[in-house]
C-alpha cells in the first residue's frame, strides 16, 4: 500500500499527462478507467486521488453489470448466458482507503487461479463506496428547537470494469444502420455497433464528412464506446459538434471504429443527398 502527499498541480499534472486514461466523479479521481489481463501480466495497479478539500473514505468492493443494448448497466447477482465474472479470479489490497485532501494511493490487483480459466472473457467491476465517518458518541449537535429532524445523505459511488482474457479473440464489430438527423443545434449521427466472438470491445468512434473533391473533415469523435459481452449489438447516437464548415446534404459520410492503439475494427460510410 503506497500513499502519497502530493500538492494539487503535481497531481494534475500525474493523472493528465500519465499516458493512461482517467476517471474522475466528484472528488476521486482514478487512473486507468479499466483494467485487461489478456494473459502479459499477473499484476497491475489503479491509482486513485482525492482532488476535494475533506477527507474521503472509500471501500472497496466487486459489483457486476450486465450492459444493455442502449449502454446503460444494470447490476446482477447471477451472470447472463454468455456472461463470465471475473471477481472468482481477482483479489486486490486494500479494501478500504481513507485519502487526505490531495493525496494518492495505489490499489494492487492481483490474477489468481488462473488455471482454471476457459477460453473467453471474464468481466466484474471493481467499486469505490464512500464511507462517511462517524460522529463521534456523544458529539452530536443538540437540535436547537423541537420537532423531526430529516438528514438526507447521498451515497457516492464509482466502479470500473476489470477484465480477464484468456485464449485468442474470435470477435468480430461491423456497423450497421447508419442514419443522420441534421435538426437541432448539432447533426446527430446514430448507428449500431453489432459484435460478435468470445470478447468485448472498447474503441472511438470517429465521423469524418468526404467531400465530391475529396476533401476529408473529421466532424465528430465519441472515445470509450464498448460493447461487452454477452452483447450482440448496441445502439449508439453521438452530435457532429464539427460539422459547421461542411455540407451535410453532399458528399459521403464515414464512419470508423477503432481501438485505443489505431487499429480501425470496423467502418462504413453513408451517400449524403
Do not use: C
Not at 448497466?73 to 465474472?85: I, K, L, S, T, W
Not at 464509482?158 to 444502420?177: A, F, M, N, Q, Y
Not at 459538434?241 to 453532399?250: I, S, Y
Amino acid at each position: 500500500m503506497i500513499k502519497k502527499l502530493l500538492s494539487p498541480l503535481l497531481l494534475l499534472f500525474i493523472f493528465i499527462f500519465s499516458g493512461l486514461a482517467t476517471y474522475a466523479q466528484g472528488d476521486l479521481m482514478i487512473m486507468p478507467k479499466r483494467l485487461v489481463f489478456d494473459g502479459s501480466e499477473r499484476s497491475q495497479e489503479i491509482n486513485l486521488a482525492n482532488t476535494g478539500s475533506d477527507t474521503a473514505v472509500y471501500a472497496i468492493s466487486f459489483v457486476n453489470y450486465i450492459m444493455t443494448e442502449k449502454g446503460n448497466f444494470e447490476q446482477v447477482e447471477e451472470p447472463a448466458d454468455g456472461q463470465r465474472f471475473s471477481e472468482d479470479f481477482l483479489r486486490y489490497f486494500p479494501r478500504r482507503v481513507s485519502l487526505a485532501p490531495n493525496e494518492a494511493q495505489t490499489i494492487r490487483v492481483q490474477l489468481t487461479r488462473t488455471g482454471n480459466l476457459e477460453q473467453g472473457e471474464y468481466r466484474s467491476h471493481m467499486y469505490f463506496r464512500a464511507v462517511e465517518e462517524q460522529t463521534a458518541l456523544g458529539a452530536e449537535e443538540a437540535e436547537e428547537s423541537e420537532g423531526i429532524s430529516i438528514n438526507i445523505k447521498t451515497v457516492f459511488g464509482i466502479s470500473i470494469p476489470i477484465i480477464v482474457r484468456e485464449g485468442e479473440s474470435t470477435t468480430k464489430i461491423d456497423l450497421t444502420e447508419l442514419s443522420l438527423n441534421t435538426e437541432g443545434e448539432n447533426p446527430k449521427l446514430s448507428l449500431v455497433i453489432n459484435r460478435s466472438g468470445n470478447m468485448s470491445v472498447y474503441g472511438n468512434l470517429t465521423a469524418t464528412h468526404i467531400a465530391p473533391n475529396g476533401t476529408q473533415t473529421e466532424v465528430g469523435m465519441v472515445k470509450g464506446v464498448s460493447v461487452y459481452t454477452p452483447n450482440s449489438k448496441r445502439f449508439f447516437s453521438f452530435e457532429l459538434r464539427n460539422a459547421a464548415e461542411v455540407d451535410l446534404n453532399n458528399g459521403k459520410l464515414k464512419v470508423s471504429y477503432a481501438e485505443d492503439k489505431g487499429e480501425v475494427l470496423a467502418k462504413t460510410e453513408k451517400s449524403l443527398k
